[in-house]
Each structure stands twice: as C-alpha cells, then as structure tokens.
C-alpha cells in the first residue's frame, strides 16, 4: 500500500493533479476508496473535505477542505500505472477508532444487560440501523451501476461521433480531389477552346485571303483541296457542346458534393444533441449519500 502513498495522479473529470494521501476502506462505505489531496486552483474548486468522514480523519491537508475521496478503482482508471491494491489496514487518524467504539458499545450494553426493557430497545434500534444502512448501500450500489452504464454510453456516443466526423472527413477530401481534377480538365479544356477559337480565325482568314488571291487563278483545284483540308482541321478541334457537357457535370458533381456536406452537418448536429441530452441526465441525477455531513465523501462528475 505504501508504493501508491504519496504519488501525483489525475483526477478523473477535471483538469488538474492530486497526491494520494490514504488508499482503503471508509466506514460506512463499500469498497475502497483513495484519499487525494488537491493541487492547485483544483484544490479550491472541487475539494469536498480535510481528510476526515463522518468525524474520522483519514489523512492530513496542508490547505483546509482541498482534500476528496473517490473509488480507487476510478482514480486507476485515468491513471494506469497506479498498481492494484487491496482494502487497507491502515488505522484511520482518529481519537476514537472503531474497536474503541465497539469496546464502549459493548461497555453499555454489559451494564444494562439486566435491564430486559433496554437490551430489547438496543437490539431493535441496532437492527432497524442495520436494515437501513443494507437499504442505503444497496441503493448506491445500484446508483454506482447505473452510472457506470450512462458514463459507458457516453463514451460509446462519442466514440460513434468521432467515427462518423471521421468517415465524413475523409469523403469530404475525397470529393474536394474529383472537383480539383475536374477543375484541371475545365481549364484544359478551355485552354484548348480558346487556342481552337484562335486557329479558327487564322483559318478563315487564310481562307479569305486564298479565295481572293486565287479567284481568277487556274490553280483554284488545289486551293480547293487545301480549303477542304483546312475545314477538316477545323471539325477535328473541339466543339462548343462537348465543352457545355463537360461543364454540366462538373455542376452536378458539385451539387452532389454540397448535399452530402449538409447531410454529414445534420448528423453531426444530431449526435451532439444526444451527447448533450445524455450529459444533462448523468450530471443532473442527485448523488445517495449514506451521511449528511458536510464531509461525507464525494465524486466528481
């Protein structure tokens, strides 16, 4: 036990440290539990107590009311390098500790053993104590469970988030490639548009110039050919509406790319509300304490 004593730790649910001060079991309470002593601004914001239950010191603070208990088990969970220990032996710091309170219990009991009226009242208020601290314990217990089961759907709502955030990511960068490479043959295509639009004029020009330098000329067949062969160049570059295709599906490739960005939107806005929705009833539903005191041992949400 004494490895774990003393070691900084995180504190599950908040963003600061600690130092365990005291690590088993509380009376009154089930399992083990491990006393922390807060750092920092933590020690003034989430500190429950001094060190002490139900009027039993545990463990020493240097700054009154910066110290908290909470399950070992839990502590272990946000610190893994923290080994596994069993309940501890270690007598809590207290002038009365619980063999002196059962040696005065049993001191009273001795002395009104003759008074049958009294053993049977003690007898009774025992068992009615017993019957409702089984009764307590057992409603925490089943707390403890179901908020173990809201915190593990919490994660798996985030888990599923994250994932979906991811898969919608990788489409998005999928889709922003295609429209950049659809983007590139546009702007080839009207490279080539504008370069065809230039030869065109070159073409008819010298096509007016060989018509009218050869109109009277008895080579008017071979300028014929070459006319001919002139106009084939020009059906062979490309056409104004193969390009007003292409520019179509470059638009619906973008229409497309739009509605699955408004639906990855929608459904990340619907995941966030149910985390929210989950988060407001785990932190909402009141805690069951066996004690009112004011240090009676807490969690941190």
């Not at 509406?241 to 973008?254: A, G, I």
């Amino acid at each position: 036990m004494s490895d774990v004593i003393g070691t900084k730790v995180a504190i599950p649910g908040a963003s600061g440290a600690g130092i365990i001060r005291y690590v088993g079991q509380i009376q009154g309470k089930i399992g083990t539990f491990a006393g922390v002593e807060l750092l920092g601004t933590l020690a003034t914001t989430r500190g429950k107590n001094s060190g002490s239950v139900d009027g039993i010191q545990y463990f020493q603070v240097e700054i009154p009311k910066s110290g908290l208990f909470l399950p070992y088990e839990r502590l272990k969970s946000v610190n893994p390098g923290l080994a596994n220990v069993n309940p501890s032996s270690k007598t809590p710091l207290t002038p009365v500790n619980n063999r002196t309170y059962q040696n005065v219990r049993n001191s009273m009991i001795n002395e009104n053993f003759a008074n049958p009226d009294l053993t049977l009242k003690y007898e009774s208020e025992i068992a009615e104590l017993q019957r409702a601290l089984r009764e307590k314990e057992k409603r925490l217990e089943n707390f403890n469970n179901q908020r173990e089961e809201w915190r593990a759907a919490m994660d798996e709502l985030v888990a599923v988030q994250q994932e979906g955030i991811q898969v919608y990511e990788d489409r998005i960068e999928e889709l922003e490639n295609e429209n950049k490479a659809q983007q590139e043959k546009l702007d080839n295509a009207n490279a080539s548009l504008t370069a065809a639009n230039s030869k065109i004029k070159e073409l008819e020009q010298s096509i007016d110039n060989l018509l009218s330098e050869k109109v009277n000329d008895v080579q008017i067949d071979d300028s014929r050919k070459e006319i001919e062969q002139l106009k084939r160049e020009l059906e062979s570059r490309p056409r104004l509406e193969d390009l007003e295709e292409l520019q179509n599906s470059l638009d619906e490739l973008e229409s497309i790319y739009q509605q699955q960005l408004n639906e990855k939107d929608a459904i990340i806005t619907k995941l966030q509300v149910e985390r929210d929705h989950l988060s407001h009833e785990l932190y909402s539903t009141p805690v069951v304490h066996q004690s009112t005191a004011d240090d009676s041992p807490q969690e941190l949400p």
